[in-house]
DNA sequence: CGTAGGATTGAACGAGATCAAAGCGGGTGG
DNA sequence: CCACCCGCTTTGATCTCGTTCAATCCTACG
């Protein structure tokens, strides 16, 4: 196995778009600059601009926006694999703010990187294309979550998302996974108080679907749950290569 | 001024890319299919593949999801100059569906004409990877309309992006905008019921923020409005070409 | 052993949903 | 030209899901 090949994002564009040697050895100089932040670190800042963008190595993150009221909307988690601060690149000035929510590593990328790889490999712009679009169809889905699920279907279908994820990126598995979020970052990405959540997580509990308690998600009846949830992972596993 | 250039989307997307003579052919000929829809038609249906891409030249369209028990959300309203259904075409399926809201006049685009011009036009990829950027963004706050903020903010909010959206492409102006979107549309983008919307609309009208009335919107306070909705342009201007 | 951040529970409240029923306007057919 | 209908809007009454406020309880950690 080539070591050039071995990223998780790289192996993400892979499956879009066939990358010649040029475009894999480009990608491999966004992994130059390794960094580590610790828990709890502001990475990026709603308004920001020259902000970098990372590609996560391992630990979770999360992307959110304040309110002027003091309320918060998380936009996403992000777990290993994952590119984050793409527009803040692309635009200059970044629209949300990024929180490192366990210890973290990641590659920091700067946006020379970027517009200069898609400039000397044309190709990887197609394929970053590719993995945005996936972030849009998922975004697409939150959407639904919070406009038209009721709070238990909605913690239901983000649990199940998360796992998914981590599934795709060999954390965890049918069972359950581990998960470093406190109530109030469940809260915070579903629309809902910390208080309901807590009663959402029994109810879930009490009628044998999962169990999330002391940074475990345990799945207990996974079709309940999937039906319960409407979870359809079409939006997530899609076809090979589109272009050779 | 070159007839090339003349297409909405042609003029969008060089605001973030400097557009080769290549490029702006090979932009143009995604114009060769000129097709027209009665209102009420329904484009594109979720789950669908091989569907077409399309550039709306003319008239309104959304962009849904159903549920299993019959509520739907709408995701986005498409106007003039907006590019409909990429993801269907770099997925091979279609996440959602789309429904022409008015008579409508777009470009058909297919799947062969997009990945043919991100082989041939390499900075094209990158121009599209900006424009769904900026999709992309204006979802989030969409995200954080439907999680974080009150009926009435969230209408007032709508209202003022999709104003701010049609004067972007030369329609209506800053004391108002036509509008063929009925309170059931309303609803479903904002995840009300229709009748909540109808209260949420006496309000703002009482309160001499805004009126909706047969097919117009009035903005009685922009500013008045624009505080009400926590609304920041920021999210959808964005600076100059940033590759040159 | 004290403390702080998170989890849990109860009681009261409220925003928005749901149910039910009129109005209204414009298009169609008799 | 009128009567009828259909889709949309408007209003009232009631109900419910989720919030808010206020404590208390863990438990890991210094």
Redesign the pocket.
Known sequence: MNPIESSPLTRKLSTFVALSDVDLETLARFHRRRRTFLAGHEMMHEGQSNASAYILAEGWACSYKMLPDGGRQVINFQIPGDFLGLRSILFRTSDLSLEALTDIEASEVFAPDILGAFAEAPRLATAVLWASSRDEAMMVEHLVNLGRR???ERMAHLLMELGARLNHVGIGDRTGFSCPL???HL?DAL????????????QLREDGLVT???GKVTFNNFEGLQALAGFDTGYMDHAGPLLR
Do not use: D, E, K, M
């Not at 629309?191 to 029994?202: D, E, K, P, T």
């Open positions: 009721s709070a238990v406190t109530q109030y809260a629309g809902l108080s910390a208080i309901h959540v807590n009663r959402v997580l029994r999330f308690r002391q």
